[in-house]
Each structure stands twice: as C-alpha cells, then as structure tokens.
C-alpha cells in the first residue's frame, strides 16, 4: 500500500490560483491512503505536512477553510476531532463500516457522512465464501500438513465437508450479504438471512431473531454494521443454537461476535468452526485460537485488492466533487 506523498500547502497566490477544493486527510501514521486523489483535490495531510507542529494546532490554523474531509481505514471521527473543525459539513469514509465515525455527532453538528457504498463488497464476499471453504474442507490446515513434511508419515488426513446443501444463515443482507447469497446460492447452498427489516426482494427466508437463524443454520456468515445494537449479536445464546457442527464466518467487524464465549465454544468443540477476518481487538487475536486447525484467521484482509482500491477511489472522489459543486452524494450513509 503505497502512502500518499508529502502534501504542499500552497500559499498567497499560489493558493488563490489552484482551484482544487482543499480536503482534509484525517489518518493516523499508521494508516496511508493507498491512492492518489491529488489531481482533482488539494489534500491537506497534518501527519505528513507537519511532523513539528501540534496536530491540533495544525488544524484550527487550518479549520476556517476545510468543509470536507477523507477519513482513512478506521481512523475515529470523533466530538472532540470536530470541535476543531467548525466548517466541516462532510465526512468522507474510505470504508464500508462507519463504526469508526461518531454519526450521532455529525448529524447534530449537521454534517453529511459518506462511505465506500458497495465499493467492497464483492470482494469482501468473496473473502467471506474462500474462509468458508477453507473452514469446511480444511484447506489452510492442510497446507501446514503438507508443508511440515506429515504427509509421508501419516497418510490419512481427517475429510472435510461438502459445502453444496449446506443451510447458510447471512446476517445482514446488505450489499455484502447479498454478494455472499448469490455466490453460495451458486454452490447449492440454502439461504436464509436476518436483517433489521424482511426484504421484500430477497427470495431468501427470513429470520427475525437470530437465535431462530441459528438453530436452522450450518454456517452463519455475519456481514451486518456494528452499531448499538448488533454489538454481540452473536452471543452465546445464538452460538448454543448453532451448534456442535456449525460455523461461523465473520467479515463484518470483531465486536459482532462475543469473541469470548467463541473462543470457548471453539476450545471446548460445542460448534465446529470458525472463519475469521475480524477480531475485538485487533490487531490481537486470542492465542487459543492459533492451535485450531477447524479456524481460518485472517489480518481484515476482505476489502484489500487493487481492483477494490480503485473502485473506493472512484466513489470518494465522485462524493466530493458532489459535495463541492451541490449535488446529491452518491452514497450517503443514512443516520438511524
Ligand atoms: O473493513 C473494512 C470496511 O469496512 O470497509
């Protein structure tokens, strides 16, 4: 991932005469902007501007003038962030989560938030259907087999599972979902699906309660937002109604699950699997789970291809010239 370069803050007359709308980028060191937006934006960057100056007094020597700003990964958007920064009116998130972005202050102080809209989500379903896979016919585990020269010694290796007739419970039907619907529903798998509202489009049945999901599940993928209200979403109640055989595969955030009660359930064998690209605490994943081989880990690599970059490119760049010259935002995140 390649970092934006040092930005030049043009000054007097040269900032008079560039007409590219000043955007702040908001990131911590260690989160980079892995494109380019400098032909069409002015990106004011504090980290990489100012390494003597304090951030904050960076800013409000700035404030007056950003009206918009690119927060990068999950970098937080937060009250005292925006204290600083009175004329901001928009928010643009590089990510498809905005767990990150303090959205009942932005609608207070009447600022517009933005997100990468569907920019990921083919590729995050994908990621969700290989962990899968991997849980299911023990790929990675088979790897390691081989790699540790056990293949020779030990013939038999344990069989993995068919994932053709397996029913997958999907827990937010969002874009992702339904990108990991239509892939499973090619691999013969039954769908059914839990969201805050039944679609009415979505030839999918539907489940209100995800205990009920659960109990008439093999897999559970969980692509759902982290809000209030789905943090722990996946207790121990829902991982009880999964059961012995039952998988889970998680895409969306950490904090969906209760990654405690997982790792019991995983160490103690009371459900079969799990895929996980997402963890409570990252970048720390329970040590427990590095010795079991029915676990897929993965560093939230979902989103991560150079296709997906592009795509996210385009939608925050088009957001901002919506911004910047009053038209609607392409995909404004809708405040609850
Ligand atoms: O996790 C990545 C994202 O929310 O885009």
């Known amino acids: 991932m390649s970092a934006i370069e040092n930005v030049n803050i043009p000054s007097g007359n040269e900032e008079e005469a560039d007409r590219r709308p000043l955007v702040l980028v908001h990131r911590l060191p260690r989160f980079a902007l892995p494109f380019d937006m400098r032909t069409t934006f002015r990106l004011l960057d504090p980290i990489a501007s100012a ?102 010694r030990k013939p038999e290796y344990p069989l993995g599972f068919k994932l053709g007739g397996k029913r997958v419970g999907i827990v937010g039907l969002g874009s992702i979902g339904s990108e990991v619907a239509k892939r499973l529903v090619a691999f013969g798998c039954r769908i059914a699906y839990n969201s805050r509202n039944k679609k009415p489009s979505a030839p999918y049945t539907y489940h209100a309660n995800v205990c009920d999901l659960a109990v008439n599940s ?87 291809t150079p296709e997906s970059f592009e795509a996210v490119r385009e939608v925050m760049t088009a957001n901002l010239n919506a911004f910047f010259s009053d038209k609607p935002l392409l995909s404004p995140v809708q405040y609850e």
Not at 76 to 90: I, K
Not at 115 to 127: I, M, P, Q, R, T
Not at 237 to 253: E, F, H, Q, Y
């Open 218 to 304: 093999d897999v559970i993928v969980v692509c759902c937002a982290l809000t209030k209200e789905t943090h722990h979403i996946i207790n121990k109640d829902v991982m009880t109604a999964l059961g012995k055989g039952g998988v889970i595969i998680n895409v969306g955030r950490g904090a969906l699950v209760d990654e405690k009660e997982l790792v019991q359930y995983l160490t103690r064998g009371e459900i079969g699997g799990a895929g996980l690209d997402v963890f409570e605490k990252e970048p720390d994943v329970p040590k427990e789970l590095f010795t079991l081989d029915n676990v897929v880990l993965s560093p939230h690599r979902a989103v991560l």
């Open 51 to 152: 390494a003597d100056e304090p951030h904050q007094d960076f800013l409000s020597r700035h404030a007056p003038s950003i009206r918009a700003l690119i927060t990068v990964g999950p970098t937080p958007v937060n009250a005292d962030l925006l204290d600083l920064l009175p004329s901001l009116r928009l928010v643009v998130g590089s990510s498809a989560g905005v767990d990150h972005i303090d959205l009942n202050e932005c609608r207070r102080r009447g600022i517009a938030v933005t997100n990468a809209g569907s920019a990921f989500s083919e590729d995050v379903a994908d990621y969700a259907v290989a962990l899968l896979l991997d849980v299911f016919r023990r790929i990675s585990a088979a790897d390691r087999f081989v790699r540790s020269g056990s293949w020779p």
